[in-house]
């Protein structure tokens, strides 16, 4: 049964694919060999799909053998009805799973039950501040700045972003993002932060950078001058960072 089920779901996985659609993701997706090519709003239909048969039996016995099968779970996960602690403890077997930056910001996205039990969420998220594993921490960031850049949690957002310390690419690029969207909604105050904070420099410019680059951003010439001159090992200037 286990079997057949995963099966059926791998054959529809392959034929909703597109070839043009596995060069364009892999090549978003550096060091990921595994992608069929399913296009991600498709991908979604078919997760409608199996949420009206069993998919409480598919997500307990699912394969990982590809990323549209990986991120089909974390898509189900998002949309089926569920109460919020079941949904949870899918969410805990799901996040090991997370091996590059799509899969973890998509299924983040979905994850709009977040807006009803904000506290139940953010009280599960607390655990992976300490993960040694950059996708784990990514999954918490990413979190953070699609559900709690608000009155209520900015500070405490503020506060786990000082205690990360980890130098993995995907997390530091994940930082400069979250930062960039609660200076669209809090300018003073990420000003304020960014004036005096723990950030590496490399995130610390691409949080610059990436605020330049919204539209929607005030006072340019200001943040503009919060940029620092990086510096390699040697303590010469690199030009070649940002």
Known sequence: ????????????IFELADNNCKEF???????TDNIVGVRVPI?????????????????????????????LQGIIIGIAKMEVKQRLMYLEK????????AICDITCTGLKFTKKDPQIVWEFLQKYKKS?????????????????????YLDKVIEIIKEIKKEDYYVKMSIAWLISIAYIKYPDKIIKYL????LDNFTHNKSIQKILESYRATNKEEIKNLKRKEENKSGK????KI
Request: proline share 2%.
């Open 1 to 12: 049964m286990k079997d057949k089920i995963n099966e059926e779901i791998r054959k529809r």
């Open 25 to 31: 993701y892999i090549k978003l997706c550096p060091n």
């Open 43 to 71: 991908l979604r239909n078919y997760a409608k799909e199996i949420i009206k048969k069993d998919w409480r039996t598919y997500l307990n016995i699912a394969k990982n053998d590809y990323h549209e099968e990986v991120l």
């Open 94 to 101: 799901f996040i090991p799973k997370i091996n590059n930056w």
């Open 132 to 152: 040694e594993k950059e996708f784990e921490i990514r999954f918490l960031i990413v979190m953070l700045l699609n559900f709690y850049i608000n009155e209520e």
């Open 195 to 198: 004036r005096n904070n723990n």
């Open 237 to 240: 200037k690199d030009k070649n």
